[in-house]
């Protein structure tokens, strides 16, 4: 090393060893020493103090360059990452001791074996034993592998803070990010190139002073956050996943390095070959459902008291069964959320039947049809229902008196990987149940397992009952609007065949008129397009054909006036000019002539029946009215409009409610006033159809 850099060195350490020193000394007054015992604290403080004797021993290595100064140095510096560690494994402990996760031991004991390599790697290499082919770089592998381990700790930790926590630990976080960060950069290079990064080395010490006031900016605000920490599984999964993955790949590193060493001319092909299958293999493993079943199992079991994190297991469940909302997918989107909650890879669906005499299989997941059916009544079905007992097929098999010498029928034991059956029950009914196949890893059920899939199975037979009964709904409002439709049109008919029967009344008297024969083949030409007319709205629904349009209601008026002529009834006209509504000529004649038939029937012959047609500002008005037997307050507010309410003996109500609602339609609006023993008056209120006279190019033409 030359003056150069052993002034940047000597500044560089010197600087981390003063700034550290005050940060201890700021510790010391804070007291963490003091009782009651603030143990992530004193590992802070001893961290602090490693790194000032760090930067001391490493001044004084520079200075005078004795390896006795280089070996007390290193033995800092790893003093240093144990008191980090040890700070961090403190934080993620749970407040109890007793009731600590021996997955958290496990991690220290990592933390432990890490250090104690390193240590040794040191140790070698300082007292130059030729033990190793490359002492240098397994002492700087060694520190990678402490550097790594930290920011995986340090990872963790931020995951798991809350909000609240996390303002007071982000400072010192961001410190050990960096910290740890920095080293791996410089180890990483030592390891590639065999050697350490002079200019890199040079200044690690200021890096880590540089970085030391967000530690003490972490120890000025509130200290309470230390112990406020909770470790999350999503997290731990997480780093586990990711010191796992690092772990792998500092292996299958130094296995390339040692491969191109020892290879000769085939090293450096050798070593990239290994390199990228070993790539390709931590893909797969990655992407491998059941590795990552067998972590979360083995987190499950090692690092946390009960087995789920209710929280996130609910929410996922409920995001599973809101993902569709069909019968057939919601079926499957059941067999999943089930599945995922014990690593199965999926199962099948038995629901009810709509006769409800047996159980079918509705949906399956990664599992073959099955096409037999159980009964109600059968065994199985009568096990599943009586108690919400689920069934363990594998404990079935090993004790079968805990199930009561229960008989599976065939299609069951053909199943081979055939695991649980869980029913499912709404209210004391057992609408179905879920097959589920063996889990992807060993997954033992115990009473936590039973619990939560009983409580799962719940919702999810909820949301089956919610389904199938909006199913059924639907039908019965198809099935409502069909007999709706089948109602107009048996009243359309039966006004049909009032017209043919009259026709056939005055056939045998005027057979022979030649204005009557001729009125009489206009009368079956049009009762036949009424009916054609019928045919279509029975194919296609209640609404008629094609859009509204432009309808002269005064033409209309006219043929209903003919009407009642020939059925020798006077009806009292009076129209106001060309008066054109929107909608559709069919319908209109139908309401209207529905309308005058109402009060012709309603009215003695020597009584006044009466329409009136005129524009009221941007409407038609429509007013028919008689003198006949009228209608009660109650009756007209009550029932006047609904289907199925008629004051005739032999009506049916369909007419008055088909007008209500086409002009409703239409945007339109429906009045009546009527007064027993003194008639009726209805009025309708329909949108004119404005039809353009005029261009607007007219508006250019010069004006005279």
């Known amino acids: 090393m030359d003056n150069q850099h052993v002034a940047l060195t000597v500044w560089s350490f010197g600087l981390v060893g003063v700034v550290h020193l005050a940060i201890g000394l700021h510790l010391i007054r804070l007291r963490y020493w003091r009782p009651p015992r603030n143990w992530p604290g004193l590992a802070l403080l001893a961290a602090v103090g490693c790194t000032s004797l760090w930067g001391w021993f490493s001044v004084a290595a520079a200075v005078w360059g004795q390896e006795l100064f280089y070996l007390l140095a290193n033995l800092a510096d790893l003093s240093r990452y144990g008191s980090w560690f040890a700070f961090l494994l403190l934080l ?16 220290a004991v990592i933390g432990v074996v890490l250090v104690g390599g ?41 995951r798991n803070l809350s909000q609240d926590a996390l303002w007071n630990a982000k400072p010192i976080s961001l ?21 350490v990064d002079v200019d890199a080395y040079s200044i690690r010490g200021a890096v880590h002073a540089l970085l030391a006031p967000l530690i003490v ?32 790949l500092i292996f299958i590193s130094g296995v390339g390095y040692y491969v191109r060493y020892f290879g000769g001319d085939w090293g450096r092909a050798l070593q990239v070959g290994v390199i990228f299958l070993s ?13 990552r079943a067998k972590l979360r199992v083995f987190l499950s079991k090692n690092f946390f008291r009960y087995r789920y994190d209710y929280r996130e297991e609910w929410l996922k469940f409920t995001r599973t069964l809101c993902a569709q909302d069909t019968p057939q997918e919601m079926g499957q989107q059941v067999i999943l959320g089930l599945a995922d909650l014990l690593e199965s890879p999926g199962g099948g669906l ?90 992807r890893t060993d997954v033992h059920v115990n009473w936590e397992v039973y619990d939560l899939l009983k409580t799962a199975s719940r919702q999810a037979a909820s949301y089956l009952a919610q389904m199938v009964a909006t199913e059924a709904l639907l039908e019965v409002r198809k099935f409502d609007a069909f007999n709706r439709m089948s109602a107009f049109v048996v009243h359309d008919l039966k006004n049909i ?37 019928l045919m279509v709205q ?44 929107r909608g559709h000529e069919e319908r209109f004649e139908r309401i209207i002539g529905h309308m005058v038939q109402n009060a012709l029937d309603a009215t003695d012959r020597s009584g006044k029946v009466w329409l009136h047609l005129e524009k009221l500002g941007g409407q038609a008005s429509i007013e028919v009215g008689d003198t006949g037997h009228g209608m009660t307050p109650e009756f007209v507010r009550d029932r006047l409009f609904r289907p199925f309410q008629s004051t005739k003996p032999t009506g049916m109500g369909i007419g008055a409610y088909e007008s209500f609602q086409y002009v409703q339609e239409l945007g339109g609006k429906v009045s009546v006033t009527s007064e027993p023993g003194k008639g009726t008056r209805v009025t309708l209120l329909v949108p004119l159809f404005e039809g353009g006279t005029e261009s607007d190019l007219d508006l250019l033409k010069p004006q005279a």
């Not at 410190?175 to 050697?195: E, K």
């Open 92 to 107: 993620l402990r749970p407040k109890r001791l007793d009731k600590a996760p021996s997955g958290l031991a496990a991690l």
């Open 279 to 291: 790539l390709i293999g931590l893909t797969i493993l990655v992407l491998s459902g059941s590795v």
């Open 118 to 158: 390193a240590l040794a790697a040191q140790t070698l290499t300082a007292l130059d034993l030729d033990l190793l082919p490359i002492d240098t770089r397994v002492a700087s592998l060694a520190s990678l592998l402490l550097s790594v381990f930290g920011l995986v700790l340090v990872e963790q930790l931020i």
């Open 217 to 248: 900016i972490s120890t000025t605000r509130r200290s309470d956050w230390l112990s406020q920490l909770r470790i999350s599984r999503g997290a731990a999964i997480h780093s586990a996943a990711l010191l796992i993955s690092g772990a792998y």
């Open 175 to 195: 410190a050990l990010v960096g910290t740890f960060g920095f080293d791996v950069y410089v180890y990483s290079q030592a390891v590639v190139f065999g050697h």
């Open 497 to 533: 065949v009032t017209q043919l029967s009259l026709m056939m009344k005055n056939a045998k008297r005027l057979h022979a008129n030649p204005e009557f024969q001729q009125d009489m083949l206009m009368t079956v030409e049009n009762s036949l397009e009424r009916m054609r007319q």
């Open 350 to 439: 038995w629901m009810r039947t709509s006769g409800g005499t047996e159980y079918r299989q509705s949906a399956r997941l990664n599992l073959g049809p099955v096409l037999e059916t159980e009964d109600v009544g059968s065994p199985l079905c009568k096990f599943l229902a009586r108690d919400e007992r689920i069934l363990n097929l594998e404990e079935y098999r090993l004790l079968p008196q805990r199930y009561e010498s229960l008989k599976l029928p065939a299609w069951l034991h053909s199943l081979p990987n055939a695991w649980l059956l869980v029913p499912l029950v709404v209210g004391d009914e057992m609408i179905g149940f879920v097959v589920l196949l063996s889990a």
């Open 538 to 581: 029975l194919r296609e629904g209640t609404t008629p054909a094609g859009t509204a349009f432009g309808v002269d209601l005064g033409r209309v008026v006219g043929r209903i006036e003919s009407v009642a002529r020939d059925r020798g009834r006077n009806l009292e006209i009076r129209a106001a000019g060309s008066v054109v509504a």
